[in-house]
T-cell receptor, first 114, second 111 residues
Framework: DSGVTQTPKHLITATGQRVTLRCSPR?????VYWYQQSLDQGLQFLIQYYNGEERAKGNILERFSAQQFPDLHSELNLSSLELGDSALYFC?????????????FGQGTRLTVV | LAKTTQPISMDSYEGQEVNITCSHN???????ITWYQQFPSQGPRFIIQGYKTKVTNEVASLFIPADRKSSTLSLPRVSLSDTAVYYCLVGDEAGANNLFFGTGTRLTVIP
């Protein structure tokens, strides 16, 4: 158990809908990272927050957004969903503000868009 | 941010030492090299990170030659439970705006 909690574990929704994925980082970790893993794209970094502020941005679509709240949990919002958004979404956390660092990953949320 | 190249797959017998090499020809001066392990339907797990020469921890060693254009993850005496995908990442701690995991190396340990 990495200490990072993601909810829900599974999500099935229709095209055009909007969903919110939630992540609770390890106690004491200030950084939260979001990743998307699909069969054809591998593991892609989406975005990082550190202590409430956006720190780094990767391959995140404009239809996707995220935020980190004062209690340090984070939410990833996916809107206008398309079939191609079906993937595993991972959240990771770290005590440091760095991008390439020891990060602890959650179990992921499997999103299926039908 | 430097991109990486790894073998797509490797097979090894139980009890053998496994070396997985990652090429990162355009690694920058401030870049570190990090390896993660991932089991099916689980999040990646940090294995080791290094900058130069050799780093060892309780699960693996990381060898980095002087030119730092490649690195080798060494797993001593693998067991069936080491069957997983291994990812090499290269980037500086401060972070350019992206981080590439690459396709990883699928290691299969055979009894």
């Amino acid at each position: 158990d990495s200490g990072v909690t993601q909810t829900p574990k599974h999500l099935i929704t229709a095209t055009g809908q909007r969903v919110t994925l939630r992540c609770s980082p390890r106690s004491g970790d200030l950084s939260v990272y979001w990743y998307q893993q699909s069969l054809d794209q591998g593991l892609q970094f989406l975005i990082q927050y550190y202590n409430g502020e956006e720190r780094a941005k990767g391959n995140i679509l404009e239809r996707f957004s995220a935020q980190q709240f004062p209690d340090l949990h984070s939410e990833l919002n996916l809107s206008s969903l398309e079939l191609g958004d079906s993937a595993l979404y991972f959240c990771a956390s770290s005590v440091t503000p760095y991008l390439n660092t020891e990060a602890f990953f959650g179990q992921g949320t499997r999103l299926t868009v039908v | 941010l430097a991109k990486t190249t790894q073998p797509i797959s490797m097979d090894s017998y139980e009890g053998q030492e496994v070396n997985i090499t990652c090429s990162h020809n355009n690694i920058a001066t401030n870049d570190y090299i990090t390896w993660y392990q991932q089991f099916p339907s689980q999040g990646p797990r940090f294995i080791i990170q290094g900058y130069k020469t050799k780093v060892t921890n309780e699960v693996a060693s990381l060898f980095i030659p002087a030119d730092r254009k490649s690195s080798t993850l060494s797993l001593p005496r693998v067991s069936l439970s080491d069957t997983a995908v291994y990812y090499c990442l290269v980037g500086d701690e401060a972070g350019a705006n992206n981080l590439f995991f690459g396709t990883g190396t699928r290691l299969t340990v055979i009894p």
